[in-house]
């Protein structure tokens, strides 16, 4: 057998995974397909959130009994910053050598430019902002120095999963190989093909759709604040959605949208809009684009067994982007050491599915329920009902989520502001965070 462990993919979940496994003795290969191991081309805002916030609700789950993928961070000297992962040993913590970029909160703003902040104040960090290529190539590192094998401009074609290990199909410059491991982690990131071969997602539910991401990246922002926020902004006469900025170290700015992929609306063409021609180009005057980068989200459900056979799925893979950085790390991390426990004979993969389904809002059905979504904002009013609502916000003195505010202050907001009311809730119950699979 030539390898212990073949890792497919080194995004936050295959570097990790290589560190751990490597630091543990195993003989270890990873491979990637883009040409350097550790780059990004993806889009992804890069921030990594403290605290246990989900993507759809802030409030705090009961029902399952959560030990959440999360994390601390402490600041050191410039270049010398450290990362805390959290349910997992404190051998998963990592230096951090990039540019942190600290966020002292999220504000959505209407077109008059009332804003609604996710924290009552602005004084606590609510996360920070990453440069990921220097964070993949800074535990890539530690990998290697291990003894890990980093092999980029490799992509894995085919796998199976047999009695006597796993056998990749890769292709390289070299040409095309088979490579023989004893297991195999699949961190392979969004609309994985690896998994759908390896029959991971028997049985997993469409979900309620795909949405497709552009961002723009920008050399300056006067942003309106007095400190960096992650902000989004609302005109809906440019866009049906919110346009989001925040920082993009080191020293930059990204600027981004989203829509259904089903959708006929031309991002890009919604960007130059609103930063040349709307009510929040103020905040981009002598701003120059310096790079373009565009993903595609699958909100489909999440799948529970995710370590089955020789194969552990870590990551985006098997559930949508909510997974987060952190969380990838931390079953980078996971998966790695369940690896080590089968190949000692013990039972991994029930060790890493334990984890798994306990460390992401995604797998409660209490949250699932809350997260059953409201349209966004810009999607159902105008700009004139959104600067309305925005100032309701205001005199509410009401911070938080948007999807966590509106459902619980329903009563009052009727009262007070019946026809946005019906045009928020009027769909009735619609699709919301897909539930497991
Ligand atoms: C629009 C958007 C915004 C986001 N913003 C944030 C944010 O602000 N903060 C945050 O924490 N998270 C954010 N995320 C989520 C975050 O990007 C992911 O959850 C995280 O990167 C998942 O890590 P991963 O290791 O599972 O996969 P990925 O990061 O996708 O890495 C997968 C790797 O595998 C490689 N690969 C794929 N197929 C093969 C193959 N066949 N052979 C070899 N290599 C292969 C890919 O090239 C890639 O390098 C966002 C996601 C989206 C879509």
């Given at each position: 057998?030539?390898?212990?462990?073949?890792?497919?993919?080194?995004g936050p979940?295959?570097c990790m995974?290589?560190?751990?496994a490597?630091r543990?003795?195993?003989?270890?290969?990873?491979?990637?397909?883009?040409?350097?191991?550790?780059?990004?081309?993806?889009?992804c805002?890069?921030?990594?959130?403290?605290?246990?916030g989900?993507?759809?609700?802030d409030?705090v789950?009961?029902?399952?009994?959560?030990?959440?993928?999360?994390?601390?961070?402490?600041?050191?000297?410039p270049?010398k910053h450290?990362?805390?992962?959290?349910g997992v040993?404190?051998?998963?913590?990592?230096?951090y050598?990039?540019?942190?970029?600290?966020?002292?909160?999220?504000?959505?703003?209407?077109?008059?430019?009332v804003?609604?902040?996710?924290?009552a104040n602005?004084?606590?960090?609510?996360?920070?902002v990453i440069?990921k290529?220097?964070?993949?190539?800074?535990?890539l590192m530690?990998?290697?120095?291990?003894?890990?094998?980093?092999?980029?401009?490799?992509?894995c074609l085919?796998i199976?999963?047999?009695?006597?290990?796993?056998?990749?199909?890769?292709?390289?410059?070299?040409?095309?190989?088979t490579?023989r491991?004893?297991?195999?982690?699949?961190?392979d990131?969004?609309?994985?093909?690896?998994?759908?071969?390896?029959?991971?997602?028997?049985?997993?539910?469409?979900?309620?759709?795909?949405?497709?991401?552009?961002s723009f990246?920008?050399?300056?922002?006067?942003?309106?604040y007095?400190?960096?926020r992650?902000?989004?902004?609302?005109?809906?006469?440019v866009?049906?959605g919110f346009?989001?900025?925040?920082?993009?170290?080191?020293?930059?700015?990204e600027?981004?949208?989203?829509?259904p992929?089903?959708?006929?609306?031309r991002?890009?063409?919604?960007?130059?809009e609103?930063?040349?021609?709307s009510?929040f180009?103020?905040?981009?005057?002598?701003?120059?684009?310096?790079?373009r980068q565009g993903?595609?989200?699958?909100?489909?459900p999440p799948?529970?067994e995710?370590?089955?056979g020789?194969?552990?799925?870590v990551?985006?893979?098997l559930?949508?982007?909510?997974?987060?950085?952190?969380?990838?790390?931390?079953c980078?991390?996971k998966?790695?050491e369940?690896t080590?426990l089968?190949?000692d004979?013990?039972d991994?993969?029930?060790a890493y599915?334990?984890?798994?389904?306990?460390?992401?809002?995604?797998?409660?059905?209490?949250?699932?329920?809350r997260?059953v979504?409201?349209?966004?904002?810009p999607?159902?009013?105008?700009?004139d009902?959104?600067?309305t609502?925005?100032?309701?916000?205001a005199?509410?003195?009401?911070?938080?989520?948007?999807?966590?505010?509106l459902?619980?202050n329903?009563?009052?907001?009727?009262e007070?502001?019946?026809?946005i009311?019906?045009?928020?809730f009027?769909?009735?119950?619609?699709?919301?965070?897909?539930?497991?699979?």
């Amino acid at each position: 057998m030539e390898y212990d462990l073949i890792i497919v993919g080194a995004g936050p979940g295959g570097c990790m995974a290589a560190r751990k496994a490597a630091r543990d003795g195993l003989n270890v290969l990873i491979i990637e397909k883009r040409k350097e191991a550790g780059m990004v081309t993806r889009f992804c805002s890069r921030l990594l959130r403290l605290g246990e916030g989900g993507f759809a609700s802030d409030k705090v789950i009961t029902d399952v009994d959560m030990d959440k993928a999360t994390c601390t961070i402490e600041v050191g000297a410039p270049g010398k910053h450290f990362v805390h992962m959290h349910g997992v040993p404190p051998e998963a913590s990592f230096a951090y050598t990039g540019e942190l970029d600290p966020c002292f909160n999220e504000s959505w703003l209407s077109p008059a430019g009332v804003n609604l902040d996710r924290d009552a104040n602005c004084r606590t960090i609510d996360g920070f902002v990453i440069d990921k290529e220097v964070m993949l190539r800074g535990i890539l590192m530690e990998a290697a120095d291990a003894g890990c094998k980093i092999q980029g401009a490799t992509k894995c074609l085919e796998i199976e999963d047999t009695d006597d290990g796993v056998r990749l199909k890769v292709k390289s410059p070299a040409g095309t190989e088979t490579l023989r491991a004893k297991r195999a982690i699949v961190a392979d990131g969004s609309f994985s093909a690896l998994a759908e071969q390896l029959g991971f997602n028997e049985g997993r539910g469409p979900g309620p759709g795909r949405l497709r991401f552009m961002s723009f990246i920008l050399d300056r922002c006067n942003m309106p604040y007095r400190e960096m926020r992650r902000m989004h902004c609302a005109q809906p006469s440019v866009h049906r959605g919110f346009l989001n900025v925040g920082p993009w170290p080191p020293g930059l700015w990204e600027l981004s949208c989203s829509a259904p992929v089903s959708s006929t609306v031309r991002l890009p063409q919604i960007i130059e809009e609103f930063l040349t021609n709307s009510a929040f180009s103020y905040i981009f005057e002598g701003a120059n684009i310096l790079d373009r980068q565009g993903c595609s989200m699958d909100l489909r459900p999440p799948v529970r067994e995710a370590a089955r056979g020789n194969v552990i799925c870590v990551g985006d893979n098997l559930a949508y982007a909510e997974v987060a950085i952190k969380g990838a790390i931390g079953c980078g991390f996971k998966a790695a050491e369940a690896t080590a426990l089968s190949l000692d004979g013990k039972d991994g993969n029930a060790a890493y599915n334990d984890y798994w389904t306990h460390a992401f809002n995604f797998f409660s059905p209490e949250y699932n329920k809350r997260a059953v979504r409201l349209p966004s904002i810009p999607a159902v009013l105008d700009d004139d009902e959104t600067d309305t609502l925005f100032r309701w916000f205001a005199d509410q003195g009401v911070s938080g989520l948007p999807q966590d505010i509106l459902p619980d202050n329903r009563a009052q907001l009727a009262e007070d502001l019946p026809e946005i009311t019906a045009k928020l809730f009027s769909r009735g119950k619609r699709k919301g965070a897909p539930a497991a699979a």
